[in-house]
């Protein structure tokens, strides 16, 4: 019986190993993209600014 509960408490730990490992890869992920939608963000109010500016 010892082993069973072994075996079942070691799948269960590399489960959430695994969920976390996602976490963190979604996490990275999700900041990269902030990133890059920051950027065009940025780059279009710069050029509406500029363009207002010309006008």
């Known amino acids: ?3 069973v509960v072994c ?4 799948i269960g730990a590399c489960i959430c ?3 976390g490992l996602l976490r963190i ?5 999700d ?3 902030e990133q ?5 963000r940025d780059a279009a109010f710069v050029a509406q600014a500029r ?3 010309g006008q």
């Open 36 to 40: 890059g939608t920051k950027a065009i």
């Open 1 to 3: 019986m010892s082993a």
């Open 17 to 19: 190993l695994a969920l």
């Open 51 to 53: 363009a207002e500016v």
């Open 31 to 33: 900041r990269r993209e």
């Open 7 to 10: 075996i079942v408490s070691l």
């Open 25 to 29: 890869a979604s996490w990275v992920i």
